[in-house]
């Protein structure tokens, strides 16, 4: 079945290079100027993967982004002038997968999304008959889902596997360059807060009290682990 990759940019020259990179590698591309059109997509056609622009008219790509992951969980590459640490964060935070800076090579980006897309469908083909129950909180590997107290947690595709890959070797610690390289298949090779950034977005979804956290435990200097 052919992927459908929604491209939102208010810059239709961007969108024209994207579209005929991706419709080269076989994908079926939407393409949408603003946050709101992008909205207005996601709520109407079946989408596998969004590449979100962030500075745009009417809404910008993290307040589109904060929309999107209230109804899809579908993985959301987000591109930007912007490069500094704090708006890479902000946009992590808000739900993105991903994040790459403006000017960008076509093909790196064409790469980010086979890797988004691969990672959804081995997730899917995987086979998980267990669940996986630490406390209140019950992971379901087949189903892709999560609850806390029996109420469903939205979980990002890259949330659910950082979740997923601690909650399957209970009492082991991950560094971040071991969980960067397990969740995302490529070399850490850079120091960044991409794992941090997702490590605290599941806190604030699965903790009571983030900074007192039940579940994901930090080990100063070495990494992260759930008990």
């Keep these: 079945m052919m992927n459908t990759v ?8 961007i969108r024209d290079v994207i579209h005929i990179y991706l419709r080269n590698e076989g994908y079926h591309v939407i393409e949408a100027s603003d946050g ?3 909205l207005n997509v996601v709520r109407t056609t079946p989408v596998h993967l969004v590449i979100l622009d962030v500075m745009m008219p009417r809404m910008d790509g993290f307040q589109a982004c904060m929309k999107i992951r209230e109804i899809s969980n579908i993985p959301i590459i987000m591109l930007s002038v912007k490069e500094e640490d704090i708006d890479k964060i902000t946009g992590l935070t808000t739900g993105a997968d991903d994040y790459m800076i403006k000017p960008f090579n076509p093909l790196e980006l064409i790469a980010r999304v086979k ?9 899917g083909r ?10 209140d909180l019950v992971i379901d590997k087949n189903r892709h889902s999560v609850t806390l107290s029996g109420n469903n947690i939205a979980l990002t595709p890259l949330e659910f596997s950082i979740l997923e890959l601690l909650a399957s070797h209970p009492g082991q610690v991950f560094s971040s360059d071991k969980i960067y390289e397990t969740v995302w298949k490529e070399p850490y090779g850079r120091s960044d807060n991409t794992v941090m950034v997702h490590i605290r977005n599941l806190r604030e979804k699965i903790e009571d009290s983030p900074r007192e ?3 994901i435990k930090t080990v100063w200097g070495v990494g992260y682990k759930i008990d």
């Design 6 to 13: 929604l491209v939102v940019d208010d810059d239709p020259e």
């Design 36 to 38: 709101i059109d992008a």
């Design 115 to 123: 890797a988004q897309l691969r990672r959804q469908v081995l997730s």
């Design 126 to 135: 995987a086979d998980h008959n267990s669940l996986i129950i630490i406390k």
């Design 213 to 215: 956290p039940r579940y």
